[in-house]
């Protein structure tokens, strides 16, 4: 099938032709994720959803691609999934070390210090994502997000149907946050050095008299530190990890000088 015709074929047919097990809707449907043509996941009237095709599509084109020998210098890898190409067309600043796999689309003006971007990933305009960070299989980040070293952004492979970690546009990870198991970040929300988000961590909202739990969401605007909650077990009782919401970023300022105050007016490590 020549590029034409495959560009000519509209989402919902290659959707049809993807889970019928067409190996050449199977490349197209990746070359389109490289591209920026789909996502594995977008957001509709405020809630995410999953194109669960597109994740059959990736994981198909494991099964179809031939394992094979690249170098670059003195470096060798052996692999299904080569490596991005074309990042001075988009826009996009790599520096030595940033890695990208094909399929993984990054939106001009982003920045990629030393870093791992895994397959069917989105990376919005504006974002950095900092040295020794990683952004998971299908994770979603947004726009003007900054992603800080050694931050873990899992991936949501299987199953398929699964929502992937989103963070959402003008988010802050402070170093060595850890965020997977699908949780989503909702935009503008400041998230401070060492939280770990997994679906089942308490995120509890110490801003009120009684304490607000929630799972898996950290609402807009959050101010997130980590926390502790005792727990009784057998053996006696201990601290278990949770996160906690002490604040809101400013909405009189704008965001840049709101997430400098957020950082100040918490005392929030970075």
């Given at each position: 099938?020549?590029?034409?015709?495959?560009?000519?074929?509209?989402?919902?047919?290659?959707?049809?032709?993807?889970?019928?097990?067409?190996?050449?809707?199977?490349?197209?449907?990746?070359?389109?994720?490289?591209?920026?043509?789909?996502?594995?996941?977008?957001?509709?009237?405020?809630?995410?959803?999953?194109?669960?095709?597109?994740?059959?599509?990736?994981?198909?084109?494991f099964?179809?691609a031939?394992?094979?020998k690249?170098?670059?210098?003195?470096?060798?890898?052996?692999?299904?999934?080569?490596?991005?190409?074309?990042?001075?067309?988009?826009?996009?600043?790599?520096?030595?070390?940033?890695?990208?796999?094909?399929?993984?689309?990054?939106?001009?003006?982003?920045?990629?210090?030393?870093?791992?971007?895994?397959?069917?990933?989105?990376?919005?305009?504006?974002?950095?994502?900092?040295?020794?960070?990683?952004?998971?299989?299908?994770a979603?980040?947004?726009?003007?997000?900054h992603?800080?070293?050694g931050?873990?952004?899992?991936?949501?492979?299987?199953?398929?149907?699964?929502?992937?970690?989103?963070i959402?546009?003008?988010?802050?990870?402070?170093?060595?946050?850890?965020?997977?198991?699908?949780?989503r970040?909702?935009?503008?929300?400041?998230?401070?050095?060492?939280?770990?988000?997994?679906?089942?961590?308490?995120?509890?909202?110490?801003?009120?008299?009684?304490e607000?739990?929630?799972?898996?969401?950290?609402?807009?605007?959050?101010?997130?530190?980590?926390?502790?909650?005792?727990?009784?077990?057998?053996?006696?009782?201990?601290?278990?990890?949770?996160?906690?919401?002490?604040g809101?970023?400013?909405?009189?300022?704008?965001?840049?000088?709101?997430?400098?105050?957020?950082?100040?007016?918490?005392?929030?490590?970075?």
């Amino acid at each position: 099938m020549r590029a034409t015709e495959r560009a000519a074929i509209p989402d919902d047919q290659l959707e049809v032709m993807v889970e019928r097990g067409d190996a050449a809707a199977v490349a197209e449907t990746m070359d389109r994720l490289d591209w920026g043509l789909l996502r594995v996941a977008r957001k509709v009237d405020g809630e995410w959803r999953t194109n669960a095709w597109v994740k059959k599509a990736i994981l198909a084109y494991f099964g179809i691609a031939a394992m094979t020998k690249h170098e670059a210098g003195p470096f060798e890898w052996r692999d299904k999934i080569p490596l991005k190409r074309g990042l001075e067309r988009a826009g996009v600043r790599a520096v030595p070390g940033a890695v990208v796999r094909y399929s993984a689309f990054v939106e001009s003006g982003a920045i990629l210090m030393p870093c791992f971007v895994n397959v069917g990933a989105y990376v919005g305009a504006g974002t950095m994502i900092d040295t020794w960070a990683t952004v998971g299989s299908c994770a979603q980040v947004g726009r003007e997000c900054h992603v800080a070293g050694g931050v873990g952004i899992g991936g949501v492979l299987e199953p398929p149907s699964a929502v992937p970690v989103v963070i959402e546009d003008h988010v802050f990870l402070g170093s060595r946050c850890i965020v997977v198991e699908g949780v989503r970040v909702e935009e503008g929300a400041v998230v401070a050095a060492g939280v770990v988000l997994t679906s089942s961590t308490a995120i509890v909202d110490v801003t009120g008299p009684k304490e607000v739990v929630s799972r898996g969401r950290v609402p807009a605007s959050s101010v997130v530190i980590p926390g502790t909650r005792t727990k009784s077990f057998a053996a006696g009782t201990y601290g278990v990890p949770c996160a906690l919401v002490i604040g809101k970023r400013s909405a009189s300022t704008d965001r840049k000088t709101s997430l400098e105050r957020a950082l100040r007016e918490f005392d929030v490590p970075t």
